[in-house]
């Protein structure tokens, strides 16, 4: 892995297509929120099969936790499209035949030559593509648990929600006096309806 993919550093922003062939990028994808970012060797490999599987029973509470999914794997479109349906998942999956991704981060899994994958990785990201955590998933034991993922993005959250807890001093104020820039997704909400 790139010497600069560590805790503190920022992810490059992938272009790439999704599983509707659409260019998608992944400060867009990102937006607000913090980010999980899996760095998948592809459909053929049992390993990410049972890791999506797991991370698929979990995307429900990342969907109301604010939290945003994307998988870049190395396979073509429609082994995209097999592997996202036969997961189960409803977050966004990229397309990285052309192993932008691998070469970039320089993370190729030399020991597989027939498949010519990228290193598992997950990462945690803060908005603005900061990177929280790392995970090394070449072994099974080293990808994150639904549990892994759940700590990191509350200390994320409560990094970066200034109404994680809604007794901090001065947020009530702000709330009767009409202020909601402290409340997420209030300021959208409060932009939308108008004056």
């Given at each position: 892995m790139r010497a600069d993919?560590?805790?503190?550093?920022?992810?490059?922003?992938?272009?790439?297509?999704?599983?509707?062939?659409t260019p998608r990028k992944l400060s867009e994808l990102q937006g607000t929120d913090p980010l999980v970012v899996l760095l998948s060797r592809g459909h053929y490999c049992p390993k990410e099969h049972q890791h999506h599987l797991e991370l698929a029973a979990f995307q429900s509470q990342v969907a109301v936790a604010y939290t945003q999914m994307v998988t870049i794997a190395?396979?073509?479109?429609?082994?995209?499209?097999?592997l996202r349906a036969s997961v189960g998942a409803q977050w966004t999956f990229l397309s990285d035949p052309g192993r932008i991704v691998q070469k970039d981060l320089d993370i190729q899994e030399y020991t597989d030559p027939e498949h010519d994958p990228m290193?598992?990785?997950?990462?945690?990201l803060k908005p603005g593509l900061i990177i929280h955590s790392v995970y090394n998933g070449y072994w099974?034991?080293?990808?994150?648990?639904?549990?892994?993922?759940?700590?990191?993005?509350?200390?994320?959250?409560?990094?970066?929600?200034p109404d994680w807890d809604l007794s901090a001093p001065g947020?009530?104020?702000?709330?009767?006096?009409?202020?909601?820039s402290p409340f997420h997704?209030?300021?959208?909400?409060?932009?939308?309806?108008?004056p």
């Open positions: 993919i560590v805790p503190g550093g920022t992810f490059p922003d992938y272009e790439l297509p999704d599983h509707t062939e190395t396979d073509e479109h429609h082994e995209l499209q097999e290193v598992p990785h997950t990462l945690v099974f034991w080293g990808r994150p648990s639904a549990e892994d993922l759940r700590r990191d993005l509350r200390d994320v959250t409560r990094e970066i929600r947020l009530r104020e702000a709330w009767d006096a009409g202020d909601v997704g209030w300021d959208e909400r409060t932009a939308r309806s108008g």
